[in-house]
C-alpha cells in the first residue's frame, strides 16, 4: 500500500527518510510493520519445524511453512485482522490457507499469540543491532578513536563551569567520549544478547503444551534454540520487561553520551570560541537573511534528537507493569521502540559523517589558550609550594592571582618578583611550565593514546562479532 | 515520493494508518511535511500581500504569489533544500522561480526563517484544533453526555481502593468524564487562540524590518492579521515557547482523562466485575488460543497511546530553554509534536467509537450492589448516629460491622436487634435505606443531569466556534 | 520531635535550609506535616461552623473548635495514627477529646477525610502562593524589569546558533525574561485561584450529607465560602486533579524560564565572552586548586535544580488516573508536591539575589559586538539591497562577506569599492549603519521599555493582590 | 542543628521518618549531609595515607587526619563555608586546622574537589547498598520465595486483560515476582561494583599530580585502592556519569518490578476478587466514614512512591551531559540522589512487613477458578483437536463456548454431548481437566519450586557477599 512519504505524519517516515533513505531502508527490515510480520511468521516456522522433528506433525510441514513465508503480504494479513480483530490470529489464517491440510491444524500449536510475538520482537531487536545498529556506532567510535589518536597531543584549555580550567588535548577530550560511548556499546550488546524468547503459552506456565509434550520446558528451548534464543526462568504471557528495558536503557544512555558531545561541539564552535567545527560546504546557507552564519546545525539537531527521545524511557519503565498475567497496555506503547532504536542509529550516523570532516581550527585552540595570560599557572604554583611544605599556598596563590588581575600585570613577573615563590621559580618543572599552557597538559596525550589503543581492540573484536552473527545463517 | 506504508517506521504512519485511514488524512493536512511546507508558503504570501498594500511591491505581487503557492512541490522544496541545506532558503528560491523578477528580491524580505516557520506552525496549530482535533473530541464529549444522561439513575457501587464504598451511578460516572474531559477541551481552546505569529526578524528586534518600515511592529501585526494572528509582546529568533507549551499541556492532560477512562473501563470488565463492556463483535476473535477471552482491547489500547505520549510532555518542558536568541535544538524534536496531536486524537476517536456502543450489563450492576449486603449501610449508619449526637459513632459502626462480617449474619438483623440503634432504625430515611443500596445515591442523579446538561450548552458553543471558523475564509 | 538537619536525606531539609533558612521556615508554614495538620483542623473547624449556624450542633462549638485548634500537636495526631492506621481518623479523635461531649461526634459529621484533605491541600497551596512564592517572584520579576529599564539601550550582540547574528541590546533581553516570567506568574495565579475545595463525600455524590441536609451542595457552598473556596461541578472521593495540575505546570513551566535564563547567564559568563557574571564575593574561592577561577555557581545551581524538579510534573500527570472513585496511589506521591514549590521558589529567590549585583561588563559588550569586524552587515545590506529589487541579493552579499572573510579584507571597504552596491552605501541608513553594531539595534531598546513598563503595573497589580489577600482575615 | 521534623517539608524527613525511624537513621549514615562530610575526609584521609607512605608528608599524618576525621562536625566545615562558598574548600581548611603545620599543606594536595566529591559519593553509595539496601532487598526476595514454595500447588485463576484466562499458582506468581527481582537485585550489586572513584585533578589529565609524581595514575590507583575502589579509564573533572546512571537504572528498574507486584495485589485484593489481601490489623480504622472498608494502603503506598521516583530517572540521563570538562549543573540534582534510593528501600521494606502476614484467601481463589465454569476447557479443546489435525478447531471450540454462554449451558456437557469431540472426551488428559480447573495448571508448581530453589541459592549467596563486605575493614 503505496503513500506520499510528504504525507506521514512522523518525521522519521518523511523528513528524514528523505535525507537518510538508505539507512532508514536498512532499519525498517527489522523496524517496520513488514517486518514485525515476517519475524512473527519465522517463529512460527520454527515451531512447525521442531514439531516436525518430533514427528508430531508430517514430514515435509516445515518446507511447506518455508514457501508460505516467503508469500504472505503484510496487506493479506490487515484484510484478515479487519475479519478477526486479532493479529496474531489473522496471521495464522493466511499462513494456513498456504499449507496443506494435514500440516494447518498444527501451525501455531501450544503456542500462545505472545509466544509468537514477544520471540519475534526479541529477534528483531537482535538483528536491528547486530545488523545495522552496532556497525553505525562503531564506525562513529573508529572515528572518534581517529581524531583521539590524530589530536592526542593538540593542546586545549580545559573549562569547567564555562570557565578556562587548566589544558589538556583534543585527543584526549575524543579519547574520553569514545571511552564512554565503547562502554555503552558493550551494555547493548550484553542486553541483546540476555533477550529471551518463550514458548510457555498464555499465563507462562506451560498448560496448553503439557497436553502434547511430556517435557513443555525442553520444547521451548528447542523451539527457540532454532532462532538462536533461550527461554527466560520465567514468564507469564509476556517475557519478563525488564531484559528489554536494559536494552532501551543502554541505548538512551547511548544517546545522552552523543548529547554531551553534541553539546560540547556546538559550543565550541561558538563565535567566541571556534575551536571545532562543522565543516561548511559549498553552496550551504547559514541563515536566509544572515549570510554570514556558520551554524552548527548537524551537532544541534543531534542534541534536539536526544530530548524528543530521552523522556520516551519513561513509557519502557511504565511498561514494567503489565498487571497479572498480562495486560495489553504495553502493546500499543510497545510498538514505538522502533522510532527510539532508529532516531538513535539516524544521530550516530550523523554524528560520524560530521566527524569525519571535523574542523580542527589550531589557532583557535592555541589563541584561546593564552586567553588568560599566565592564569594556568595558579594550580601548579599552589601545587608546587603546597608540595613543599607551605602553609598558606592556597591563600598567597589566590593573592597574587587577583594582584595580576587587579594591575593587568604578568602573572609570569610577578611571580618571579616575588621572594616567597623563589623555590618554585627555580625548579626545572616549572620552567618547564613557563614555555606555555601547553606545557602543562599532565598526562592527557599519553592517556588518549592509552585509551584509543585499548579500544581499537574491543572495536575490532565487537566488529567481528557483528560480521559472525551476519554469516552464521539463521 | 511514494513509498509503501508497511516499511514505514512509526506506527502512527503504518499499522495506525492502516486502521483510521480516513481520521488520519484529515490530520495529515496539518501535521505533515507537505502541510509544513505548505503553511510556510502561505506565510510567505502573506508577507507579500502586505507589501503590495503597503506599495513597496508592484500589484499584483500577491496574485502571483497565490499561484505558486498552489503549484510547488515538496519534492521540488527538498531537491532544492539538498543544495542550500537550508530549508526556509530553499522555499523562497523555489517561490522565486515562480513569479515575475519584479516579484522575486521581495518574497521573504525583512523576515528571517523563523518569521516564517514559527508563524506557520501556530496556523497549523489552530486549524489542526480547529478543523479535526476539536470536532472528533465533542463527539466523544456528546457520547459521554448520552451516557451520562441515559444512565442518570442506574445506580453502581462506588469504589474506592478497590474496595467497595458508597452507591452513585453510572451516569454520574459519564458526568464526572464529561466534566473533566471538557475543562480540558477549553484550556485547548485557550491555548490555541493564544498562539502568536512573529515578523520581527532575526533577534526579535525588528532590526531589518526598522530599515524599511517606520513602524516596524504595526507591519508585523498586518502581516499576522493577515493570518488571523496576533504578535507577543516579546520575541527572541523564535515565539516564546510557553504558548506552545501551554496547548500540549493541555493535550497531554486531556489525554490523563482519557486514560482514567479507559483505567476504569478496563476494569469494569474485569470478569469478577462485568459491570461496563466493550461491544464484541461477530467474528472477532478474543485469544488465539483462548477461544472465551472477551478483552477490552481498545480500552487497553487508549491507555498504551497515553504511556507512549505523555513522558513526551518532557521534551516541551525541555524546548523552553534556547540559548540566548535561539538554538536549534528544539527543531528537529519539535517535528514530533504533530505525533503527539495525532495520537490523542486517534484516541479520542475510539473511544467515542466504544462508547457508542458501550455494554452496560445491569444485572451485574445489581448483582454488584448487593455483593457485600448491607455493608453500604455502614455510613449512613454512622451519619445518622452521630447527627443525633452519639459518642461513639464511628466506633459502634465499626463494632457491629465486624460482627457481621465474623458472624455472617445479616448487619439489617444485627442493627435492628440491636437497641443502641432504635433511634435511627424508625427513621423514615433509614427505612428507605433498607429498601436496598440503589437508595443511597446521594445527588448523583441530579448532579449528573445538572453537569450533563450545562455542558451540552457548552457543547454546542464550542462545536458553533469550530464551524464558524471553518467558515471564515483565510 | 527534635532532629539533628545533618540527619536529614532531601537536601531543602538539610543543605539548603542552612542556606536559606528565613525563606523556608516561611515555606514550611505551608508545606511541611505540621501545616498539613494544621490546615486540615481548621477544615474541621469551618464544618463545625456552618453546622452551628444551621443550628444542628449547640451554640458555642465554633469556638471550642478555634481553641482546640490552636493546641493540637503534630507528635499527638502522629501517636493517634499509629493506632488508627488512618490519619484523619486520628485528627478527629484528637479534635473530640478537646471539646465538649456534646459537640464531638459532630466534628468530621458528613465528610469523608478527602472532604477535609482535599480541601486543605487548596487552602495550603493557595496561602503558600500567596503569602510566599508570589512575593518572591514577583521581587525576581521586578529585578529584572530594573536591568530592563536600565540596559535598556546597552547593545549586546544577539546569538542564534552560538554565532553571532544581528545586534540587539541587554535590556530587551531581560524584558523578554521578565515577559515570560510574568507570564507564566498570570497562569499560576489563576490555576491557585480555581483550585477546589469539596465536601461531597465518599463518592462524591453527597450521600452522607444527604442525610442530614436537603440541599447538600449548598451545604458544602457554605462551608467551603467560609474558606474562601468554591466547589468544582463534580467530584468523586478526590476533587478533579486537573486544578493541581494545571498549578504544577505553571509552577514547572515558569522553572522553565528560570533556566533558561540559568543557561544564558552561565554562557555570557564563559570565559570567552564575559559580558554578564555574578558578582564574585570577597573571599570566596573558585575552586580549590585554581585559584583564579570565577564559576557561575548560583546560575548552575538553578539549572540544576530544575533539572531535578521539571521531570517530576509526570508524576503529577499519572496522578490524574485514580481508579473508579479514587484509588490512594496519589497519596504518597501527593505529599511530595511541596518540595517542587519550595526547589521553585529558592529558585526564584537565588536568581533575584543574584541579579541584583549582576556584573554587566560594558567593555566586553562592546569588545563582542566588533568581535567579527562588519558582519553585521550582511543582513542590512541583503535587505536594502533586495528592498530595492536586486534579484541576487541573498547570494551577492553571501560572495562578499565570503570575501571578505577569504581575503581577511574589511567588509566595509569592500561593499563600498563595489558598484553593485553603490545605490545602498549612500543611504542615510546605511550611513548610520557604519558608525557601528550598536546602530543596528532595531527597536529594541524601544521594546525593552514598553514591555518593561507594562509589567510594572501588572507586576504592582499582583503585588496588591498579594497584600490584599494577606489583609483579608481569614 | 536541631528542628523539629514536623517542619520539614519532604516526607521521607517527616512523615515517613516517623513511621520508619530505624530504617531511615540507617540510611542517613549514608544518604545525609552529615554522611556526605564524613566519607569526603575519610577521602582526604587516604590521600595523605598514600603520601605517608611515598614519604611526601612525615609519619604519622594518617594518624592525625584519622584523629581529625573522628572530631569534626558539618556545623564547622557548613561555617568554614560561609566563608569560602565552596563546600571542599571549607572542609580542607577545618581539618588543616586540626592538624600540625607540617601536615596542613598535604591536605589535598593534587587533588581537585571533584576527586573527593566523587569519591566520596561512590563510597557512600556502595556501604548504603552493602549495607542497608540489599539486606533488606534480600529479606523481602525471602518472604517471596517464602510464599512462592508455600503456595506452590495454589491453584490461581490466571488473568489476562482483566479477563480469566487459563489456571496457575499463587506460588508461581510469586516465582515470577521473585525472580524479576533477584535479577535487578544482581544488576544493582553488578552497577554498584563498578563505581569508579578517581584522583586525576582539575581536567581528568592529571595535570597537578604530574607534578609531584612520576606515576600519577599508578598514584590515583594506590589511593583508590585504600578505599576498595579503582579508577575508570577515563574523567574529566568528575567520574564517567553512566556507571552511577546504571545504578540508578538498577533501582528504578527494581522499583518497577515493586509497582507491578503492588498493583496485582490491589486488584486481587478488590472486593469482587478478594483472593490475597494486607492483614488488616485490630483497631485500624479503614475509612473515616465507612467502617466497612478494608483498603490495601500499604500495597498503594508503594505503588505511589514508584510513581513520585520512577520519573526522576530523566534528571539522571539529563546529568549525563556536563559541558566540556564539567559544569556544575548535576551538583544540586546530584544531591537529589539519596530520596530515591531511601524511598525504594522504604517501599521494599514496607512490601516485605506485608508479605509475611499475607492473607492467602483460599475460599476465594476456588471461587474464582469456578467463576465461569469449564470456560478454561476451551484452550485445551482446541489443543487437543488441533493436535489431532481437526481443520477448524480454534473455530468449533469458539462455537460451542458461544453456545454455552448464550444457552447458558455446562460446557462440559455440550462437549461430551458432540461427536465432533468424541475422540478427545476420551483421552486421560481430558477426564484429568474434568475433574476441575485445578488440574489444568501445566508445570506451574514445578516451575515455582524451581525458581525458588535457584534462587535461594542465590539468595545466600547475595546475603554472604553482603556479610563479608561489613566484616572487611575498611
Redesign the interface.
Known sequence: ???????????????Y??SSREL??R??QY????SV?RYEALVEGALIGVMERRG?VARGAREQMKKALGSIT??EV?LEEE????N??AL?NVLQRRVS??V???I??????EDITGTAHALRMRDAFYRVVMPEALSLLDVMLDIAEREAATAQI????????????VG?LF??YA??FG??LQ?MIEAVDSLPGKMS????????????FDD??KFEEEVLAELGLKP??????IV?P?FL??LI?GV??AF??L??IA??M??L?????GELAERF?K???????????????NF??V???W??F??????R????????????????????I??II?AFTLAVNRLARQFKKLVVDRARLRA?LE??QG?FL???L??????????D??EL??EV?LKA?KEKASIFELIREDGRFLEVVQLD?WKNLERGPEH?????EE?ARA?AS?WRLRSEALRRRCSEYREAEL
Chains 1, 2, 3, 4 share one sequence.
Do not use: W
Open positions: 500500500m503505496e503513500r506520499d512519504i510528504f504525507s506521514n505524519i512522523s518525521p522519521i517516515d518523511a523528513r527518510y528523505k532508514l531502508e532499519l525498517s523496524l517496520s510493520e513488514n510480520i508430531i503484510p496487506e490487515y475479519k478477526t480483530q486479532h496474531i490470529r495464522v491440510p494435514g494447518a491444524p498444527f501455531h500449536l501450544a503456542a500462545t499469540s580545559g573549562r569547567t563551569h564555562g570557565q578556562h580550567a587548566v589544558p589538556a588535548t584526549f579519547a574520553g571511552d564512554r562502554l555503552r551494555k503459552g498464555a499465563v507462562g506456565a506451560y498448560n496448553a503444551s503439557s497436553l502434547i513443555p520446558r527466560a526462568a520465567y514468564a507469564t504471557q519478563e525488564e528495558l536494559d536503557h538512551v544512555s545522552g553520551v548529547a554531551q553539546d560540547d556546538r559550543h564552535q561558538r563565535t567566541e570560541i560546504e553552496g550551504q546557507v547559514g541563515s536566509s537573511t544572515m549570510p554570514h552564519k556558520r551554524n552548527p546545525i544541534e539537531h542534541k534536539s534528537l530530548k524528543e530521552c523522556p520516551r524511557i519513561i513509557t519503565y511504565m511498561d514494567q507493569i503489565s498487571e497479572h498475567q498480562r495486560d495489553l497496555t504495553n502493546s500499543a506503547s510497545g510498538r514505538f522502533g522510532e532508529a584561546n586567553l588568560i592564569a595558579a594550580e601548579p599552589y601545587i608546587l609550594l603546597a608540595a613543599r611544605g607551605h602553609a599556598a592556597h596563590v589566590r592571582t588581575e618543572s602543562y597538559t599532565g598526562r592527557a592517556r585509551i585499548e
